[in-house]
Structures are given as C-alpha cells and as structure tokens.
T-cell receptor, first 118, second 108 residues
Framework: QVQLVQSGAEVKKPGASVKVSCKASGYTFTSYYMHWVRQAPGQGLEWMGIINPSGGSASYAQKLQGRVTMTSDTSTSTVYMELSSLRSEDTAVYYCARATVIVGFAYWGQGTLITVSS | EIVLTQSPGTLSLSPGERATLSCRASQSVSSSYLAWYQQKPGQAPRLLIYGASSRATGIPDRFSGSGSGTDFTLTISRLEPEDFAVYYC?????????FGQGTRLEIK
C-alpha cells in the first residue's frame, strides 16, 4: 500500500533553515509527482510546490520563490523540502502529497510540525 | 491565480440531515481538475471527490460532487457523526494549485 512517512517535528530560530523529508513506499517512486502543502495553526491549506522525483525538476509557489528548494533521492525513494530564512509566519504543519493530474492529491504524509520561535 | 471561495464558512447541522457546501472560482475551472477534501483535527486531508464528481476510492456514496465553470457543490446526503469536519475545495489543473479557505461542518 502507498505510504508517505515524514520526518519529525522541529523547532527552529528565525533566520534558520529546515529540511523536511518524505519517504515513499508501496509504488514506483519515479512514476508520480510529489507536492508540498503547508497549514499554519488554525488556518487553511497552502500549496508550496511540486517536484518530479524522476529528474528532480521542481516548480514553486511564487510567494516562496527563493526560499524553498525541493529535491529527491531515488536511491531511498525520498523527497525533501528545504525552507530557508525562516520567519514566525512559517510555523505550520508541512505535508507531502502524491498526486496525479487525473485524481489530485490521493495520498498524504502524516505531516511535520515546524515551529519557528526565538 | 484562481481564487476559490467557499460558503458558508461554518455549517451547523444534525446527524441525518443533508449538507450542501459551495465552492466558487474567480474564473472558469475545468471540471476535470476540481477536488474536495475532508480534514479532521490532527489529521492530514483526505481526498473525497476528484474531477468535480468522481468519488475517490473507499468514499461512501453519501458524498457527491457536482458543478461546472465557476460553481461547484459538495453534497453529503445524510450526515453521519464522523462527517463533522472541515472541507476544502481545490483546483489542481494548473499552477498555482489553490485551495478554498474551508467550510467547517459542525454538529448542531
């Protein structure tokens, strides 16, 4: 069965960077694009970007351009999302989600809480 | 960017009643790329409907989606206790992908 397992919660100081991992299993890793979505406390869902695990090409939400980098490691079936120059507004639960153009976001990771606080 | 506006913000109903949730887009959206998600506290979103009207795997048939153009609807025909949650619509056909702000379905 498809599983997306994310890394654990982290606390970071303003200005630091964080790298969240999402390990995929139960399907051919390179056959599906992966998205990242975040959710600030008590707020809605915000799309961050998409990565093609086969080749590693990525596209990001304009709001996060220059601060976010998504990468993939086919040897471990893992995608990563790195966010730099952290601000308090980046405090959120970060999700990876496997998607197809037809079905949308059918599979989600369990979420990773990133807290930015001095 | 396509802006999705959901209404109402909060819907208070009783188990057994019918729920109708609305999602309006700022410009026409291909029906092929409109989805609905359910989210419960502390959980990741769960895909309910894709392509505006197709139920995802394992979703009960009391959930149905309809609509086209700029107006889409999620209907829950008879509410079960486990249906009380937050619901989001999403446009996923082109970048940037966007979500509505959500409708909270609460027990009356």
């Amino acid at each position: 069965q498809v599983q997306l397992v994310q890394s654990g919660a982290e606390v970071k100081k303003p200005g630091a960077s964080v790298k969240v991992s999402c390990k995929a299993s139960g399907y051919t890793f390179t056959s599906y694009y992966m998205h990242w979505v975040r959710q600030a406390p008590g707020q809605g869902l915000e799309w961050m970007g998409i990565i093609n695990p086969s080749g590693g090409s990525a596209s990001y939400a304009q709001k996060l351009q220059g601060r976010v980098t998504m990468t993939s490691d086919t040897s471990t079936s893992t995608v990563y999302m790195e966010l730099s120059s952290l601000r308090s507004e980046d405090t959120a639960v970060y999700y990876c989600a496997r998607a197809t153009v037809i079905v949308g976001f059918a599979y989600w990771g369990q979420g990773t809480l990133i807290t930015v606080s001095s | 960017e396509i802006v999705l506006t959901q209404s109402p913000g909060t819907l208070s109903l009783s188990p057994g009643e019918r729920a109708t949730l609305s999602c309006r887009a700022s410009q026409s959206v291909s029906s092929s790329y409109l989805a609905w998600y359910q989210q419960k506290p502390g959980q990741a979103p769960r895909l309910l409907i894709y392509g505006a009207s197709s139920r995802a795997t394992g979703i009960p048939d009391r959930f149905s989606g309809s609509g086209s153009g700029t107006d889409f609807t999620l209907t829950i025909s008879r509410l079960e206790p486990e249906d009380f949650a937050v619901y989001y619509c999403q446009h996923y056909g082109s970048s940037p992908i966007t979500f509505g702000q959500g409708t909270r379905l609460e027990i009356k």
